[in-house]
Structure formats: structure tokens, C-alpha cells
């Protein structure tokens, strides 16, 4: 099955400055790519996806890249603020897949103020 | 208010008790899911549910049960709890197969002793 390695476990950043999370994934055949905020104590929620047929998406300070070739996506936040302090995790799966989203194992990124 | 709603929120138990944790959402989600969460292992998948009647197994199945009679329940059953079941929980929906927004309930933290 699939299977999916996130990098960093934790990160530290100083206000302002961009963050970058990275995953790697096993299965050619996945094709969609969330990624999930869960901030402490609360639920994860979507805060952007990208698909395969698309290299990079971006939604104001938050962007994803995916090389398909390498078979890695990763999440770019810039300008960075307290209210990013959260775990962040990767996803991937097979579109059209009754399977299930495989998740990778979490980024806690910390904002310095 | 759209939503996935989980009870109990909390639960201290011993082993071999059985429990049950509900699930419910008011989306008319056709797809449901039970996910673990645990320290440095991310989300993992218990069990999934395609519709009414359709269930299957995830990564984790082991120990658990799952039921999908109405579209909007699905309960995850523990039948004989044991101490590695100690987690946190969260069950999730999304309007159709897993490539849609997942929607997290607000998670059961479970404490098996």
C-alpha cells in the first residue's frame, strides 16, 4: 500500500519567515495530495489539496508543490505568523480509489514571535 | 450548522469493557471514516464506509468494529478494549470518494486501562 514520509517532525521559525514542509510518497498511482492543520487540541482541517495533473497551487501565504517524477509534494508557508503554530500533516491518495487517504506522520511547526 | 459530532468527547475505561463511540453527520455525506491518532504516527485509518451498508477495513482494523445502518451514524465499536487502544480518535465524512475534503469531528480521547 501506500505509504507516506513527512520531514521535518518539528520545525522553528522566527516570525515573518517561510516554512517548508516536505513528503514523500510510495505509490506512482497517487494522485491526490491534501494537506491538514490541526491546531492544539482541535480537529485537522484542509487548508489546501493539489491534484497531478497541476505542479503548484497557491492560496495567499500557503502554496504546494508536487513533483510527481521524484515522487515528493511540499508545503510552502511564507511570511510567517503565530497563528501557524500547529501540526501540519501530508496526504496522499488514488483519485477514484474507494481507499483511504494515507496521512504522513505530522510537522509540529512552532512561530517565534 | 454543517458538522461531524462525536461522543462521548472523553472516555476512561478498562480492559475488556466494551464501548462504543458514536459518530454523526448532518451533511449527507456518503463517505465516512474512523482515523487514530497517535504521537509521531500521524492518522491512520480503522475502518471506512462507501455508504449505507459498505464498510471496510483500513490499516489499523484490528480490535475494532464499525456499522454504517443509517448514511448519517457511523459508531466504532470496541469490543474487548485493551490498553494499545488507548488514543485519540477521530472520525471524519466526505461527500464523495476519499479525493473530497475530509470533515473531522471533534475527536474522543480514550483511555483504556
Known amino acids: 500500500g501506500e505509504n507516506v514520509e513527512q520531514h521535518p517532525s518539528t520545525l522553528s521559525v522566527q516570525e515573518g519567515d517561510s516554512a517548508v514542509i516536505k513528503c514523500t510518497y510510495s505509490?506512482?498511482?497517487?494522485?491526490?495530495f491534501p494537506w491538514y492543520k490541526q491546531e492544539l487540541g482541535k480537529r485537522p482541517q484542509l487548508i489546501i489539496d493539489i491534484r497531478s495533473n497541476v505542479g503548484k497551487k497557491k492560496d495567499q501565504r500557503i502554496a504546494v508543490t508536487l513533483n510527481k517524477t521524484a515522487k515528493h509534494f511540499s508545503l510552502h508557508i511564507t511570511e510567517t505568523q503565530p497563528e501557524d503554530s500547529a501540526v501540519y500533516f501530508c496526504a496522499a491518495s488514488i483519485k477514484g480509489s474507494a481507499r483511504q487517504l494515507t496521512f504522513g506522520s505530522g510537522t509540529q511547526l512552532t512561530v517565534l514571535p | 450548522e454543517a458538522q461531524v459530532t462525536q461522543n462521548p468527547r472523553y472516555l476512561i475505561t478498562v480492559t475488556g469493557k466494551k464501548l462504543t463511540v458514536t459518530c454523526s453527520q448532518n451533511?449527507?455525506?456518503?463517505?465516512m471514516s474512523w482515523y487514530r491518532q497517535d504521537p509521531g504516527l500521524g492518522l491512520r485509518q480503522i475502518y471506512y464506509?462507501?455508504?449505507?451498508?459498505?464498510?471496510d477495513k483500513g490499516d489499523v482494523p484490528e480490535g475494532y468494529k464499525v456499522s454504517r445502518k443509517e448514511k448519517r451514524n457511523f459508531p466504532l465499536i470496541l469490543e474487548s478494549p485493551s490498553p494499545n487502544q488507548t488514543s485519540l480518535y477521530f472520525c471524519?465524512?466526505?461527500?464523495?470518494?476519499?479525493?473530497?475534503?475530509?470533515?473531522f469531528g471533534p475527536g474522543t480521547r480514550l483511555t483504556v486501562l
Open positions: 451533511m449527507n455525506h456518503e463517505y
Open positions: 505509490d506512482s498511482a497517487s494522485n491526490y
Open positions: 471524519a465524512s466526505s461527500l464523495g470518494k476519499f479525493t473530497d475534503t475530509q470533515y
Open positions: 464506509s462507501m455508504n449505507v451498508e459498505v464498510t
